[in-house]
């Protein structure tokens, strides 16, 4: 085959990448934690679900993997999911909107929301991709430091912000705002909408939804990537007003969540007692793991989610998480501007006393 001649591919190439929007070219991009997946190797840097998802998960997607489901397009706003998480939930089909993981659906906010040019906010130390998703929309992102004790500084310095993301409970701290300062805020920003991104709100004491009635301009998203034990299968929702929703619809990818993944979500939804007993366990080894980095010298932050915050005074934590991860462990070390510490994801009993054999170890000064 004949190619076309080009004198230079390399002088070529590098001119196309500056055909980039320079704000593209200028920005960092979202690392995700590491993907190790050799089996000996204990993730506890991703808060994936230590569990299997539902047994009925495998037997829906056995049954769906026919021919003539995968010939054809999948339905494009999950209308049996709508349903099944209508019921659930006790709101309207029309106010849920599917995505591809809930990261699709805080891209499909920041694109609806926020002008080229425009504020998007969070709350930090928090969720980075915030900051990226800013970034791609050439907007400007606008950090607000929590108070010490996790809490929204009053008043809220950004309320012109076109969007604003809090998570709830919060990542890497685990804490949550309590729902009279989430009310104070949506009614600061209005008519400007404030998301709640609740990735973790299925180990939490309470949610939001409780308020949603309240508040027109409050946006809720939820994943069954932890929850759920499906990150790898990628599925979320936002629940919102169905006038802002019917809007939101003609951002998306017409397919953004395919047929295995909607059937996925159905069964696992419809699987309470088992989300139930999952999330019950986990919740349980949260607090037999907090109170077991406290006798080890951690400062553990009270955790609602599926991850606990944790930092030492007496030595740094950076060293730590290296021979953690010599040692197949991997935990998150953050670094937010010098405020550091290691979110830690909450396992099975057997891996969390892997995970405590070797910090006490570490701790004790053996190498190995
Ligand atoms: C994990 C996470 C998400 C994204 O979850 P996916 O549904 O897997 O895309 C969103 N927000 C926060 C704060 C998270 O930690």
Redesign the pocket.
Known sequence: MESFPVSDPSAATAAVVTALRPHIRSMKGYIPGEQRNAPDVLKLNT?ENPYPPSPRVFAALREALTADRLRKYPPPLGDEFRRVAARLYGLEPECFLIGN????L?TILTRAFVPPGGYLAAPMPG?L?YRTLADIQGAVFVPVPFTPDWQLPEPWPVPQAHLTFL?NPN?PSGTMVAPAAIRRLAETLAPAPLVL?E??ADFADWNGLSLFHQLPNLIITR????SYSL?GI?F?FAIARPELIRELVKVKDSYNCDILSQTAAVAALEDQDYFQQVRARICATRQRLAEALTRLGFQVTPSQANFVWCRRSDRPVRPIADELARRNILVRYMNYDGYDGLRISIGTEAETDRLLDALQSILAGCSS
């Open positions: 808060n993981g809930s990261d699709d805080l969720y991709l998570a990542s991104d990735a973790y994943s069954m990537s932890k990150a990628r979320g």
